[in-house]
């Protein structure tokens, strides 16, 4: 009987991969710390920037248009990001877009007015969106082997929610040393500092940039002249226009129970009853602990997904092993709550956390796999950028919009039996689409 062909270890690599890993692993992390940091400074930042007599009202909708403004620039450029991903390059895009949300999160710590926020909140938006589609076409073509990808791209995404618990410790250091720090613009307000840390991802890049190599299978494919020019419009011919619609409306629920659930949490807690008659300085430090709580749920849930993803073949019954849970557990973790006017879970906030987000790291893992060498940047950037970050994002609008038709009597009440309507609604939805899901190959990662 003939033997098989060898395969390599999944841990079998050479120093300049696990360079490679590294930088991926940092800029998945800081993926995560960039886009989370709104979810903590948001409401703070909003009371400074914005006058003292700002209604309630007015404040939610700068809520909403923070959130979801900078979304559909990064949808918009993320998609362009794609493209020029396929066109030019994985590494060069990936390089650029980490320094872009790196110095546009720093930027935050400077602003005077809630139109600066917003800018460079687009800035932020827009290398994040890059930045994912970039680094999983790139590790996908640098490990192709089923098992040693799956387990590389999906462990390296784990590094996403160390970004989560970086935020969440960020912010608490923030809060609890801020007099002790130099005053911006005469104060210690904590939020401008816990948006300087964003900076961090861009000095090991600047460091290690000479030593990463470009992807070897584009490079050899625009060497041999085979690589074919990408376009938009090729995920609409026959051959990827199922794939092509399906991802981008699944990964918009996926985006939709994180943006619409889970990083509203920060604005419910200071209202519960455990937490509404604390100092302010006690409340703060409680947000960040539930928000790290929450962030210690996503890293299980991401590992989790990179575990079961080497050893379960078949990727509906994977997605359906994080679906169908969190469609029973939305209800009982937002609702009760609101109903009762009691404390939110802890457990139930780590169990959302490990649900919802693990999601994502299926997404890294599945996208690259459904598309060719010269459209799996545009392919993967249509189903992320304009399904989750334009479309799945659009729900924390959602629930900005819906809050005041909500019952509770209070705001976080109102807010909660919002939140736990959009997140019930993203779980649902994303699991009946996933019949419709296309089993990528078992093998080697397509050319």
């Known amino acids: 009987m003939p033997e098989s062909p060898a395969r390599p270890k999944i841990w079998q690599m050479t120093p300049v991969q696990w360079l490679i890993c590294g930088i991926a692993a940092i800029g998945f992390a800081f993926d995560t710390f960039t886009l989370l940091v709104l979810t903590l400074i948001v409401r703070p930042a909003l009371t400074e920037l914005l006058p003292h007599n700002t209604s309630q009202a007015v404040f939610n909708q700068w809520v909403g248009i923070l959130f ?87 462990y390296t995404q784990g590094f996403a929610s160390t970004g989560g618990l970086l935020v969440s410790a960020a912010y608490y250091l923030a809060v609890t040393f801020s007099p002790h720090m130099p005053a ?50 090729e995920l609409f011919r026959p051959k990827f226009r199922r794939t092509a619609l399906v991802t981008c409306l699944i990964m918009a629920c996926s985006y939709a129970g994180s943006f619409g659930m889970l990083q509203h949490f920060a604005r419910i807690i200071p209202g519960t009853p455990g937490v509404r008659n604390m100092p302010r300085t006690a409340q703060e430090q409680k947000v960040g602990a539930l928000q790290g709580v929450q962030e210690i749920g996503a890293l299980v849930g991401r590992l989790l997904m990179a575990f079961l ?50 999601q994502f790291t299926y997404w890294g893992n599945y996208l690259p796999l459904v598309y060719p060498t010269y459209l799996r940047g545009t392919g993967e950037s249509f189903a992320a950028n304009i399904g989750g970050r334009m479309l799945g994002t659009s729900a924390a609008l959602l629930v900005t919009s819906l809050v005041v038709y909500m019952p509770g009597g209070s705001p976080s009440r109102q807010l909660a039996y919002a939140c736990g309507i959009v997140g019930f609604l993203s779980y649902a939805v994303g699991y009946a689409a996933s019949f419709w899901l296309p089993e990528p190959p078992q093998d080697m990662t397509p050319e």
């Open 68 to 154: 979801y403004v900078p979304a559909i620039a990064g949808g918009v450029f993320g998609l362009l990001g794609g493209y020029l991903i396929d066109l030019l390059g994985r590494r060069r895009i990936l390089l650029w877009s980490i320094l872009l949300y790196a110095f546009s999160t720093c930027a935050l710590a400077y602003v005077t007015s809630p139109m600066q926020f917003l800018i460079f909140r687009c800035g932020t938006f827009v290398g994040v969106s890059v930045e994912f589609v970039a680094a999983t076409a790139w590790l996908a073509e640098l490990f192709t082997h089923r098992e040693q990808r799956e387990a590389i791209i999906g």
């Open 184 to 233: 911006i613009y005469g104060a210690h307000q904590a939020w401008r500092y816990t948006a300087i840390s964003g900076l961090l991802p861009a000095i090991p890049l600047l460091l290690v940039r000479p030593f990463l190599p470009e992807s070897p299978v584009w490079t050899r494919k625009r060497a041999e002249g085979t690589l074919t020019r990408p376009s938009v419009f």
């Open 309 to 358: 993803a080497v050893r379960i073949l078949s990727r509906k019954r994977l997605l359906h092993l994080f679906q169908v849970p969190g469609l029973l557990l939305v209800p009982v973790v937002m609702f009760i709550p609101a109903m009762r006017d009691v404390d939110m879970s802890a457990w139930g906030i780590f169990a959302l956390g490990v649900l919802t987000v693990g």
